[in-house]
């Protein structure tokens, strides 16, 4: 056809492949898929396609990816999500690194464990990184190059940190520090290594039989000391302890969880992701009532960019503490807590601030939403409370407050512009996207709508899950008079 607009969704353009809703969309190049993946996972799968056939189809993109030459940049790309806090979640990102770890081609294997440190920081990540290779490997999967990676994980990290990963992580995923040392052969080369190893496998009594009195690795038996005499610890004993050693929300017993004391100790030297995580938990044993001293120190953590962007805390989790805060109880359990609504504006605050380095272009915005059906089905990375619309009107949101130029729509079979200003906190923008009535997907209502009221628009933003089916033009172009620039973030 002459006129791209005469093409209904119903029907290909060369190039086009069929979605997942029965129509038809541009086809995603194989790099560009990793990264979705990275971002976004398979977990929940969406609207219309389950999450292990998606998670299939990612895992054949990056195997043909190693396949054509570029395992070398896969693994460049893995880092720099990672490193970078690209990704709300760690899983995904591990996976593709297993992938190209497991993969027979000679420079993505050392390229990917050359890079394990980097991306497996954490022993979450590392155990998360074992059970993938291993799951992926035909025989037992402990061949020399990973036994050696493995080993360097262990080794390359101080005594006092590796005590507390192993005192902090003691297992996930169904894996133990005393299975993988066991598997990998480690052989330490200092006395501190060799410290923590024999805590892991032997105990703390072995520990001190072997190492007291040597003064490099003191302070690691003390630490340890403190670990074990926590496991009986009264109150004023635990506060003592969390205070001289420095210990964590994951060496209290339970029986101590519910004190308001220990928790207040733990939350003056409380990592930003820690607290984030424990806000409902610290809310529902009375620490953080509104007016308290607490409730201003976590008000004004929450709000230091400094602290945020350290943290790498990803906006997705700010989202996350926002939308399960403020509903007052947790997606599982029984907990409850009395939402606490300095809090809530404090994250609120903190979700547009965790966005590093976004500045203004100048350019002329129209922010079109996606308010069909499927957008409030699918549950973005298993969370929840937050579906793909909340995410979508987010990210809007964000660019809302850095460009003055925008416009905000919803559609879908049909469009509504709607009254949204960056001043709206996001439930009074949920709302107003909520008023929109459901349809069918037709992406192309953004550009039709621009063409019809003669917008000067510089860029599209649409907001999708890219399940476009509904309508009688192709979402191609939003002019034929003037240059446009489109930019359709997918998968939102």
Request: glycine fraction near 6%; hydrophobic fraction near 40%.
């Amino acid at each position: 056809m002459s006129d791209d607009e005469d093409v209904p969704q119903s029907a290909p353009l060369r190039g086009m492949v069929p979605n997942s809703a029965g129509g038809y969309a541009w086809e995603v190049d194989d790099m560009r898929r990793l990264r979705r993946f990275m971002c976004l996972g398979s977990e929940g799968g969406t609207y219309y396609i389950g999450e292990k056939k998606l998670g299939k189809e990612n895992a054949a993109a990056i195997i043909r990816l190693i396949s054509s030459g570029k395992g070398v940049d896969v693994v460049r790309e893995i880092v720099q999500f990672s490193v970078e806090g690209r990704a709300a979640k760690q899983d995904p990102i591990v996976f593709a690194l297993a992938l190209c770890a497991r993969d027979k081609d000679a420079a993505t294997k050392a390229a990917a464990y050359e890079a394990l440190n980097k991306v497996c920081r954490i022993p979450t990540h590392l155990f998360a990184f074992v059970e993938f290779c291993q799951s992926l490997s035909e025989g037992t999967g402990w061949g020399r190059a990973h036994r050696t990676a493995i080993q360097k994980w262990y080794s390359s990290k101080s005594p006092k940190a590796l005590a507390q990963a192993v005192t902090k992580y003691k297992q996930r995923n169904g894996w133990s520090h005393l299975d993988v040392l066991r598997l990998c052969h480690l052989k330490p080369e200092t006395d501190g290594i060799a410290c923590v190893c024999k805590y892991v496998v032997k105990g703390i009594e072995a520990c001190r039989a072997e190492f007291s009195g040597k003064a490099d690795v003191e302070k690691t038996i003390k630490f340890l000391d403190a670990v074990e005499a926590a496991k009986t610890a009264d109150e004023a004993t635990m506060i003592s302890l969390i205070e001289e050693h420095k210990l964590v929300r994951e060496h209290i017993p339970t029986e101590l969880l519910n004190s308001e004391a220990v928790w207040a100790a733990l939350l003056e030297n409380m990592p930003m992701t820690a607290m984030i995580r424990n806000l409902g938990k610290m809310s529902s044993i009375g620490l953080l009532k509104p007016l308290s001293s607490h409730s201003e120190v976590v008000c004004q953590r929450l709000i230091d960019t400094k602290l945020l962007q350290d943290a790498r805390i990803h906006p997705f989790n700010v989202l996350l503490a926002l939308k399960t805060y403020e509903q007052g109880k947790g997606d599982k359990g029984k907990l409850t807590w009395e939402v606490n609504q300095s809090i809530v504006s404090a994250l609120d605050k903190a979700y547009y601030l965790s966005f590093k380095f976004v500045e203004p272009t100048g350019k002329r915005y129209l922010l079109a939403i996606d308010v069909s059906g499927s957008m409030t089905s699918y549950k973005v990375l298993g969370a929840n409370t937050i579906d793909a619309r909340t995410a979508s009107a987010a990210m809007a949101m964000v660019t809302a407050r850095t460009e003055s130029k925008y416009q905000m729509v919803g559609f879908s079979h049909e469009l509504v512009p709607l009254s949204i200003n960056a001043s709206m906190d996001l439930n009074t923008v949920m709302s107003k996207i909520g008023a929109v009535p459901m349809g069918g997907t037709d992406c192309a209502q953004p550009m039709l709508y621009a063409m019809k009221k003669k917008l000067e628009v510089d860029v599209f933003i649409v907001y999708t899950d890219c399940e476009t089916w509904a309508g009688k033009s192709i979402p191609l172009r939003p002019s034929s008079s003037t240059e446009k620039h489109l930019a359709f973030l997918m998968q939102s």
